[in-house]
């Protein structure tokens, strides 16, 4: 475990914090902290940083509501800048976007299989509910409403169970098909996928069966 002052601060006593999302891994955004902020920082597990625009501490979310929960800080092998893992209670970005990192100054070559997360296919659903765009499916279901997504997820979830019967190609696609519009359910009711991660972790899963025979052994 490093000390604060193993860390090296710049000639204006200033450290560049780049904070990630702990669960995506996406790049939210890159601040500013001082001594005093890190060490604010550390004691709430809360982003505070250093305003060199207004000159003054900044605890990331005071106004807006959008904390930033610490979970992990790293700094790099010089000990110059540091990575912030967080978990976000809203937008990093000041603008009301996810992340500050919106506009391309190169465009990605396209590739063969482009890299696929199911928390960039949730903001792209999430899109498609703040701004329907027409010929959309997904904004199709929003128009629609709950009543209409909770009838493809009957669908879908029957359909999941004919095609394991059969052929496990055309369940990993029926599958696909599922877990599409579980995301459009939770977009709809507002629900994170982090939300779900976290009622995930916190179960703790006991084969009651096992635990039977165990006992009548």
Not at 50 to 55: C, F, H, K, L, P
Not at 115 to 142: A, D, H, P, Q, W
Request: glycine share 6%; hydrophobic share 40%.
């Amino acid at each position: 475990m490093l000390n604060i002052n193993e860390l090296k601060f710049n000639a204006d006593g200033l450290i560049p914090a780049i904070v990630i999302d702990d669960d995506s891994g996406d790049v939210l955004m890159l601040a500013y902290m001082n001594k005093e902020s890190l060490k604010i920082s550390l004691e709430k597990k809360l982003t505070c940083f250093w305003s060199r625009s207004r000159n003054e501490l900044w605890l990331k979310g005071a106004t807006s509501g959008n904390y930033q929960h610490i979970k992990e800080i790293k700094a790099d092998c010089d000990r110059d800048t540091l990575l912030i893992f967080v978990k976000p209670d809203g937008p990093a970005c000041h603008l009301g976007n996810y992340s500050c990192f919106v506009d391309n100054v190169m465009e990605r070559e396209k590739e063969a299989h482009e890299k696929f997360t199911l928390c960039g296919l949730m903001e792209l659903i999430k899109g498609r509910k703040n701004e329907k765009v027409e010929g959309s499916y997904t904004s199709y279901l929003f128009e629609k409403g709950l009543d209409k997504i909770l009838k493809k997820i009957g669908e879908e979830s029957s359909e999941v169970i004919i095609a394991a019967k059969n052929d496990r190609k055309e369940t990993i696609y029926e599958i696909s098909d599922l877990i599409y519009h579980m995301l459009v359910l939770m977009a709809e009711m507002d629900i994170e996928i982090k939300d779900v991660i976290k009622e995930l972790g916190a179960r703790h899963v006991i084969d009651k069966k096992v635990k039977q025979e165990k006992m009548t052994s």
